[in-house]
């Protein structure tokens, strides 16, 4: 059955477009004369770019996954995979425009790094700027978005071309490439997030960091995944997907929920309990100015997955699935938020008509993305060596 967009969701879509273009003017026409404007709009684009981009990674990273282990249950949704995952591509062109804006302007406060006025006074940075230095940080971030681009390509149009020719061969090319792109992701999962996020308090590091990151990415592509599969099924599309499989989805947000909280807390417990000063510095802002917030992410993040989502019958209702979803989506765009403005704009930032909207814009732009790719495929792969066994799935 091929996927059409209803006018429903392009009115949605472009509503929410409209929306956020609307609150962005409002927030630009109240905040420009402000000092640190140009920073706190920089650092809303980047956390948008970043946070979209990073659900699209995660699908990526879920697909290659299950080619490597050779998973069969998954058959079924993997066109809802790929269209996630097709974000790849918009998200590098949102992440570039910001990267190559904040160059030009040395940073503009948040890769304070990069303004050679703050560095030749830090002697911090000093000693970090054979690693952190416009040349090589480009050098690292092509690397990085060129890989994640040659892999999702090559995924997506070896799984248009299995439709056609069916056979194996093209099965055994994808856990190959597999593999070797969860290799790559091993390390650029972590450096990236060094270099684009944790950065931003360039007097900080954390040797979980990477980790941490990372648990937030998964978490969020797969809630993602879920909800599409939720909205897809209530539309009367993908047929061959049972509770069985919305099951085993429900049971990856539950997991990964559990694992972003197990490393938050033992990165936070850790530096706590060292009380180093070059490390609870990091905290320390965080504590003081955005209390609620950060630790009501942390709250929400685990308590809601652990408490409603702890049962069997939880992760194959989809009312209970999408409302948790949506909560755990504004927490993890939450944390995003926090570690990027608490480093770059510190005490003065705020949420208002700005944020509000420039997050507005960039989800209806990512909502209707997903929806165009998923009506370039048939919804359901034909050819897909273990789709039998995905259709007879059974826990």
Known sequence: MEFKISKKAKTFTLTLMVIGLLFTGIGIAMHSSDHHFATRFLSNGLINSLFFFSIGLGALFFLALQYATETGWYAAVKRV???????????????LLIFIVLTIMDGAHIYTWMDPEVVAHDDIIK??????????????????????????????????????????????????????????????????????????????????????????????????????TLYLKKLGYLPKVNDNHIHDIGKWVFATSFLWSYLWFSQYMLIWYANLGEEVIYYMMRIEH?????????????????????????????????????????????????MVSAGSLGAGASIGFLEIGMLMLMAGIFIRVILNNLSKAPMTPINHPFLDESIHHEI
Not at 81 to 95: N, Q, R, S, T
Not at 132 to 152: D, E, H, M, P, S
Not at 191 to 214: A, E, K, P, Q, R
């Open 81 to 95: 995979i790929e269209a996630v995952m097709g974000f790849i591509p918009y998200g590098i062109g949102f992440l």
């Open 127 to 228: 000693m970090k700027s054979t690693y952190l230095n416009k040349t090589f940080f480009w050098i690292r971030t092509v690397a990085y978005l060129g890989i994640y681009f040659w892999y999702w390509r090559g995924f997506r149009t070896r799984s248009l071309e299995e439709d056609k020719v069916g056979g194996t061969e093209i099965h055994f090319k994808n856990y190959k490439k597999g593999a070797v792109f969860l290799v790559f992701f091993a390390v650029f999962s972590s450096t990236s997030s060094w270099d684009w996020v944790m950065s931003i308090d360039v007097h900080w590091f954390s040797t979980l960091f990477g980790w941490y990151t990372f648990a937030g990415i998964w978490c969020s592509s797969m809630t993602v995944i879920v909800i599409l």
């Open 290 to 338: 955005y209390q609620v917030m950060y630790f009501g992410m942390f709250l929400v993040n685990m308590v809601f997955p652990m408490l409603l989502l702890m049962s069997r019958d939880a992760k194959r209702h989809a009312g209970t699935l999408t409302i948790i979803g949506v909560i755990i989506l504004i927490g993890h765009w939450s944390d995003v938020y926090i």
